[in-house]
Each structure stands twice: as structure tokens, then as C-alpha cells.
């Protein structure tokens, strides 16, 4: 009987043990969770704040984002428009610096997998300006020569849905040397500006 009764106390003890420690480790996990938010208000993956680089205390307005610039890819008889995400670093708050970033790639001319362009070599950006609903694009001459009317009409698509990608009701207007296009290339292909992926939709086939 004496023996039960020792057996009895033994476990008792080491029940209330556990059970101390148990509630210790929950209150540690209280704490943690509370002082943490619970991971409940993570930062979005595709815009990632950097920390201000003058230590103020006030984050930095530049931020990590997806620009997207249009490429063409044959589909046997006519060419489709297909998007190409890139990651750029510019202000938040200026989508001008994005675009501008964008069309530098564009401009580069495609890489292994990314589809053709029919931007002629050699063309430049000379100016890109978002504002409200409007984009204005400057590109060097370059841009209007070589190639025929399907050749033209490729990178004016490439132009407008590249300019329109961070505002796809965005009204587009195309400028070479700082004048606005109106007829462009030895093609004579007329251009209805503003140029929207609407209006090029309804006007021309690829």
C-alpha cells in the first residue's frame, strides 16, 4: 500500500511538470505571435520597399516592380503580341521610370526565347512621359525605316501595348525626333493618334 501511494505521488508530480511546462511554452508562443503580427500583414513578393538609405526612419519611395514589354511571336500565319515581365527598380511614384526601363529592354532587342521584334536595330529612346491617362513615346528616326507594311504595324503593337502596360485604357502618343507621327515609313501607314490598344485592335491586323 505504501509502495502504491509513492507511485501515485511520483506521477503526480511529474504530470504537474508537464503541465507547468506546457503553459510555459504557450506563453512564450502568446508572445512571439502578438509582437509579430502573427504573419498576418507579410509585404507583397512583386513590390518589395527598399530601407531608406539615410537612416530617417521614413522608407525610400523606390521599390522593386514588374514592368512588362510586348514581343512578337509567329503563330504560322500571323504574329501575336506576348508579354515579357522584367523587374525593375525605379519610384513608385513615377511610372515614367518604369516605362522608361521597359523600352530600354525593348529597344535591346529580344533574347533567346523571348520572341522576335520588329523595332529596327539602332532605334533609340529619346523620351517617355506618363501622365494621368496619357503616355507620350520619343524614338529616334530609326524607327520608322526598313521592313513593309506588317513590319510596321508589329512595332507600333509592340510600342503600344509596351507603353500601355501599367494602364492598358492608356492613350499612347508616338513621337519620332519630338514631332507626332501621323503617317509612318515609306509604307505611308497612318497612324490615328492617340493610339490605343482599342483603336489598334480595330485598325490593324497583325
Given amino acids: 500500500m505504501t509502495e502504491q501511494r509513492k507511485t501515485n505521488r ?40 527598399s530601407p531608406n538609405p539615410q537612416g530617417s526612419g521614413t522608407p525610400s519611395a523606390t521599390s522593386e516592380k514588374t514592368a512588362t514589354v510586348y514581343w512578337l511571336e509567329s503563330s504560322g500565319t500571323s ?9 525593375v527598380e525605379a519610384d513608385v511614384n513615377n511610372p515614367s521610370e518604369f ?40 524614338l529616334s528616326d530609326d524607327f520608322q525605316f526598313g521592313g513593309g507594311s506588317a513590319s510596321m504595324i508589329g512595332r507600333v503593337g509592340q510600342v503600344v501595348y509596351t507603353a500601355t502596360a501599367l494602364n492598358p485604357k492608356a492613350k499612347v502618343y508616338l513621337e519620332l525626333n ?12 497612318e497612324l490615328e493618334q492617340p493610339l490605343t490598344r482599342e483603336n489598334f485592335i480595330k485598325n490593324f491586323e497583325l
Avoid at 504574329?79 to 523587374?87: E, R, T
Avoid at 507621327?181 to 509604307?187: A, C, F, I, R
Fill in 10 to 49: 511520483i506521477s503526480s508530480g511529474v504530470a504537474a511538470t508537464v503541465a507547468t511546462a506546457a503553459v510555459a511554452v504557450a506563453g512564450i508562443t502568446g508572445y512571439f505571435t502578438l509582437n509579430n503580427g502573427g504573419d498576418v500583414n507579410q509585404p507583397n513578393p512583386n513590390i518589395t520597399t
Fill in 79 to 87: 504574329f501575336n503580341l506576348v508579354p515579357q515581365g522584367i523587374q
Fill in 99 to 138: 516605362l522608361e526601363a521597359a523600352f530600354n529592354t525593348l529597344l535591346a532587342g529580344p533574347t533567346e526565347g523571348t520572341g522576335s521584334s520588329a523595332i529596327p536595330t539602332g532605334t533609340k529612346l529619346l523620351g517617355i512621359k506618363a501622365n494621368g491617362d496619357e503616355v507620350r513615346v520619343d
Fill in 178 to 189: 519630338g514631332e507626332t507621327v501621323e503617317v509612318l515609313g515609306g509604307e505611308g501607314l
